[in-house]
């Protein structure tokens, strides 16, 4: 069951009065009505945005249906289409009818169950309002990521431009919501009930609704966990103190390793060299002159048979060495030869990533590109008769993997 706030089919309870016995300031709650249908009334700004908001869906909707961030923008685009439904204005213009005038001697006074749904109204205007930062903010991180990369920045300065206003006009009116409902809550033991509960049983309303809708960690809403993270480990030496002491911090850090390491090559132990011990002189023996060998007499097809078989043996030492085989790592392009080798290149490249190891060859690249280049090579896998597929792949790593380094 939905949450009544949450209910677009919950009907306004009837219109009914009770008299006031009791003393009633009607002027401090007047006040705080007209301070929100002042605030309700001057919105046509964040109309505008609404308007501008649709167009640009309506126009890039074919382009960028696949990216994230337009798909957090349309969700913008759906929280803005219901404000614009909630019509809280009506609301509150309906029961500030209600209220009597001053001069009236009888004070007749609209039940609880009138204001109760008017804070119901309040809160699912807040939540509708939170829905808007929180998208606006996770949508902007990606144009913003996109204009650094210049990838299509004159197509994102709009969108970019345009969240940043949708942000800033829905914190001030959050933070109008949990003023009027701080303000209103108090009046609901004043009024007294009449009728039937349209609220389901056992269910009470928020006291304070900053506290139920956690603003105070508003600024965590919206924020990523990156799947991919970097692990650098550092030496909590050269960060203790103030920044001033960096540079002392530093050169004290190359003094103790330098004065580590003079001391580590004075405790080594230097062995001395053996000393060679003297031999007794002994004379060289005197060589005796042999016998000069003066050969054997041969024929001439004798001689050239030895000389043919020297030559076979010369080409032989000239022939060079068989080529050692190139070995193929197991994670590599170049054993892309068929669909299913493309997958499981695809699943392992998608591991080793979410692992951070350092044999992922897509390292250099962010989160967007290699959803690119993965979208890409999937829709290559999908073809039932893909002929060539090494060569389209290899086309496609090129563009969207290489030329990014």
């Not at 945005?49 to 969700?75: H, M, P, T, V, W």
């Not at 390793?257 to 001391?263: G, H, S, V, Y």
């Not at 050692?324 to 290149?345: A, G, M, Q, W, Y």
């Not at 290899?394 to 969207?400: A, E, N």
């Amino acid at each position: 069951m939905l949450e009544p706030w949450n209910s677009a089919t919950l009907l306004p309870p009837p219109v009914n009065m009770f008299l006031c016995v009791t003393k009633f300031d009607v002027s401090a709650l007047k006040h705080v009505f007209n301070n929100i249908t002042k605030v309700l009334s001057k919105q046509s700004p964040l109309h505008k945005e609404s308007a501008i908001c649709s167009r640009f869906l309506y126009k890039y909707d074919q382009k960028f249906r696949n990216d994230i961030g337009y798909r957090n923008f349309r969700k913008v685009n759906t929280a803005l289409k219901k404000y614009l439904a909630l019509n809280l204005l009506k609301e509150v213009e309906n029961f500030l009818l209600a209220l009597p005038s001053e001069s009236d001697e009888d004070l007749y006074l609209p039940t609880r169950q009138m204001l109760e749904f008017v804070l119901l109204r309040i809160i699912t205007f807040s939540k509708i309002m939170l829905r808007v930062c929180v998208c606006s903010k996770q949508a902007a991180v990606f144009y913003l990521n996109r204009i650094k990369r210049g990838e299509s920045h004159w197509m994102s300065l709009l969108p970019y431009a345009l969240l940043s206003r949708l942000w800033s006009m829905s914190m001030v009116l959050l933070q109008h919501t949990t003023t009027w409902y701080t303000n209103l809550y108090p009046y609901l033991n004043k009024l007294q009930a009449k009728g039937m509960n349209f609220l389901p049983d056992n269910y009470n309303l928020p006291e304070d609704l900053e506290q139920w809708l956690d603003l105070k960690n508003v600024d965590e809403f919206g924020r990523f966990d990156w799947a991919q993270k970097k692990f650098i480990d550092v030496d909590h030496t050269l960060i203790d103190g103030d920044d001033n002491d960096l540079f002392d911090n530093i050169l004290g850090y190359v003094n103790q390793n330098n004065e580590d390491e003079a001391e580590s090559d004075q405790q080594e132990d230097i062995k001395p060299l053996p000393l060679l011990e003297k031999s007794q002189e002994n004379p060289l023996p005197v060589p005796t002159v042999a016998k000069i060998d003066h050969g054997v007499v041969l024929s001439r097809e004798s001689f050239k048979t030895l000389l043919n078989s020297n030559k076979n043996i010369r080409n032989d030492y000239k022939r060079p060495p068989p080529a050692p085989s190139v070995k193929v790592n197991e994670h590599s392009p170049e054993r892309i030869t068929n669909s299913d080798s493309l997958k499981k290149f695809i699943e392992t490249e998608e591991r080793f990533r979410n692992e951070s190891d350092s044999k992922s060859l897509t390292s250099h690249m962010s989160l967007m590109q290699w959803h690119a280049l993965k979208n890409a090579l999937l829709k290559l896998c999908d073809k039932v008769t893909n002929r060539k597929i090494d060569k389209k792949f290899h086309k496609i790593w090129k563009q969207k993997c290489l030329d990014y380094m």
